[in-house]
Nanobody
Framework: QVQLVESGGGLVQFGGSLRLSCAAS????????MSWYRQAPGKERELVAR??????NYAESVKGRFTISRDNAKNTVYLQMNSLKPEDTAVYYC?????????WGQGTQVTVSS
């Protein structure tokens, strides 16, 4: 059974930090590109960061503040978020993709207060 379980969300003040984790199971994790998306109220879901075996890329809005990483031994992908802003408030989702196969987590809420 495929599972992606996000954790680490919460309430943080402007300028603070959080680290999100996404624990994967039920599929060959190391073969999959892993991504973090977010969706704010009333907005479309957007890509935040993506990591493959050898590359990372980021949305312009988070470059220099967020870092995506993965530990294939632990089947886990992380998103370190620093210098958080109120506009980072959203539900953050983890996604795994290999070719046409995609899996999504249930999401974790991140709220940044001003």
């Amino acid at each position: 059974q495929v599972q992606l379980v996000e954790s680490g969300g919460g309430l943080v003040q402007f300028g603070g930090s959080l680290r999100l984790s996404c624990a994967a199971s039920g599929f060959p994790f190391s073969y999959y590109a892993m991504s973090w998306y977010r969706q704010a109220p009333g907005k479309e879901r957007e890509l935040v960061a993506r990591i493959t075996t050898g590359a990372t890329n980021y949305a312009e809005s988070v470059k220099g503040r967020f870092t995506i990483s993965r530990d294939n031994a632990k089947n886990t992908v992380y998103l370190q978020m620093n210098s958080l802003k109120p506009e980072d408030t959203a539900v953050y989702y983890c996604k795994a993709r290999f070719s046409s196969i995609e899996y999504w987590g249930q999401g974790t809420q991140v709220t940044v207060s001003s």
